[in-house]
């Protein structure tokens, strides 16, 4: 019973951050083990394609319980990241640190994302959470308060975002279980879902023979692949997400975001809840509507999408 929430700005930027950890705190309910957010924000006119940021963990939180031999672990992650880096030619890199296992990185490459990803990913510990000109994932165990407070999301500006709360059923609790999931190594596209996909090994076994990889055991990254690899091929964000009612089998609703669209899909059961709140300048999207009221304390009217159907809206 995990909580989905997104959000989109129309033609501005706002304080998502804020608002998202008020959405999925208003869901901790429904899912206390993770919380998780991918935040979009604005590409400035006239800024470089080939401008990254990347969000990467060197270890996971439990590990750090361990003292100074995976403290020592972290330092010698974060040096080899940062020589394979240079050796790609990745430029002007900056790299901040988040938490003791977290860090942002900020730099410029011309060259094919995927080689990058992989020769950081080949780094024992290492995991890409997200690489965007415009997407950061983050994503780490607790509720949406605590994460808030430990990444200094309150303050974030930007102009779309989703967001997850997690109760671990299946996998474990751990921040490579949490989501979003980003669509790996395709820049900015990210996915939250509640539900369960019964055909994800046939499916994410068709994609592995197409050259993909996954970092997950999670059915919601079968998602964010699956919709990623449809517009690498050429087609539209909302051609892609009608195509996967049909792909998928299960019960399922989920979200997706790109650089300036967020798209919302449920399949032909309607078994799992989605509120829909919008208005000319704003849309909300959660799992209860108490998660949109959080943001908006006043009197709106919101809807229940139908089953089988699939929104896109746009910055």
């Not at 990058?116 to 983050?138: F, Q, R």
């Not at 997850?164 to 996915?191: C, G, K, L, N, Q």
Request: hydrophobic residues 40%; charged residues 25%.
């Amino acid at each position: 019973m995990c909580g989905i929430a997104g959000l989109i700005h129309k033609g501005k930027q706002a304080q998502i951050g804020g608002q998202m950890t008020s959405m999925l705190s208003a869901l901790r309910h429904r899912g206390p083990d993770s919380t998780g957010l991918a935040l979009y924000g604005a590409i400035e006119a006239g800024s470089e394609i080939n401008s990254y940021v990347m969000r990467i963990k060197l270890a996971e939180q439990e590990e750090t319980l361990h003292g100074f031999r995976i403290a020592q672990q972290i330092l010698e992650r974060k040096k080899m990241i940062d020589e394979r880096l240079q050796e790609m030619g990745a430029s002007s890199v900056e790299g901040e640190k988040v938490r003791e296992y977290a860090y942002r990185y900020t730099f410029s490459y011309d060259g094919d994302l995927r080689r990058l990803a992989n020769y950081l990913e080949d780094i024992e510990g290492v995991e890409i959470l997200s690489i965007g000109n415009s997407l950061e994932l983050i994503k780490d165990l607790g509720d949406a308060q605590v994460l808030s407070e430990q990444y200094s999301l309150a303050g974030f500006v930007g102009t779309h975002a989703i967001g997850h709360t997690r109760m671990a059923t299946e996998s474990d609790v751990d921040i490579r279980s949490a989501h979003p999931y980003w669509a790996y190594p395709f820049a900015d596209i990210a996915v939250v879902h509640n539900g369960q996909l019964t055909n994800y090994w046939n499916s994410r076994r068709a994609l592995e023979r197409s050259g993909h990889r996954f970092t997950s055991n999670c059915d919601s990254e079968l998602i964010a692949v699956y919709i990623a690899d449809c517009i690498a091929q050429g087609g539209k964000l909302q051609d892609a997400m009608e195509s996967s009612i049909d792909a998928f089998d299960g019960v399922f609703t989920y979200l997706v975001a790109t650089h300036d669209s967020l798209g919302m899909a449920k399949d032909t059961m309607a078994a799992k809840p989605m509120v829909l709140y919008e208005d000319e300048n704003f849309i909300a999207l959660a799992s209860e509507e108490v998660a949109i009221r959080s943001i908006f304390p006043h009197e709106i009217d919101t809807t229940d999408p139908y089953e089988g159907e699939v929104r896109v809206w746009h910055h």
